[in-house]
Nanobody, 124 residues
């Protein structure tokens, strides 16, 4: 059974940093792409970052390029999202998701498993 648990959200001032962690069970990182999505109130869920199976490639939304770093640790079965230089517009509920395939995609509909969200609030 696949289970994903997201953690690390919180309240931070603009310019600050947060590190989100997705703990995955029942997931073989050789076969699953793992992504972080976010959803702000009144907005659609959007892809933030993704790491392909085996970590051979990554994806970053334009809005977070240069500020976020995604990494996977197959030994610990975790995927982390380091978020720096946070902005108020980064405020959202962040979700991790897993897809049984090699590559990344920005479409949430194509992800098979989802964790519960973790709230990130960035104050100005």
């Amino acid at each position: 059974e696949v289970q994903l648990q997201a953690s690390g959200g919180g309240l931070v001032q603009a310019g600050g940093s947060l590190r989100l962690t997705c703990a995955a069970s029942g997931v073989d990182f050789n076969w699953y792409a793992i992504a972080w999505f976010r959803q702000a109130p009144g907005k659609e869920r959007e892809a933030v970052s993704c790491v392909s199976s085996n970590g051979y490639s990554t994806y970053y939304a334009e809005s977070v390029k240069g500020r976020n770093t995604i990494s996977s640790d197959s030994a610990k079965n975790t995927v982390t999202l380091q978020m720096n230089s946070l902005k108020p517009e980064d405020t959202a509920v962040y979700f991790c998701a897993a897809r049984l395939t090699v590559g990344c995609t920005r479409s949430p509909q194509l992800f098979d498993y989802w964790g519960q969200g973790t709230l990130v609030t960035v104050s100005s």
